[in-house]
């Protein structure tokens, strides 16, 4: 990965002073998402960016309602795939 500087205010670093590393990872989660939502990554890049995985990154989105009908047609396989394993589990 690459390193940018980017100017924060200081409302932000003033609440946040004891933790800049949940900054860092807000930011970071939000130029992710904000990448995925503007078609630039896939679910599953945006997975291995953060560390979360697809379904991580999926449940990422859904925590912060953001829908995921942008889903491309391999996207699409995955989940009907992890759907199909959830109901042949139970």
Not at 28 to 53: F, P
Not at 59 to 71: A, F, T
Request: proline share 2%.
């Amino acid at each position: 990965m690459q390193t940018i500087t980017v100017e924060v205010p200081a409302v932000i670093l003033k609440s946040h002073r004891q933790n800049i590393e949940a900054v860092k990872e807000g930011m970071q989660r939000g130029l992710v998402i904000w990448e995925y939502l503007n078609g630039r990554l896939t679910l599953g890049e945006c997975g291995k960016i953060l560390k979360t995985g697809y379904r991580g990154f999926l449940e990422l989105l859904w925590r912060k309602g953001i829908p995921i009908d942008g889903l491309n047609e391999e996207e699409l396989e995955q989940q009907i795939s992890y759907l199909r394993k959830i109901v042949e589990i139970q």
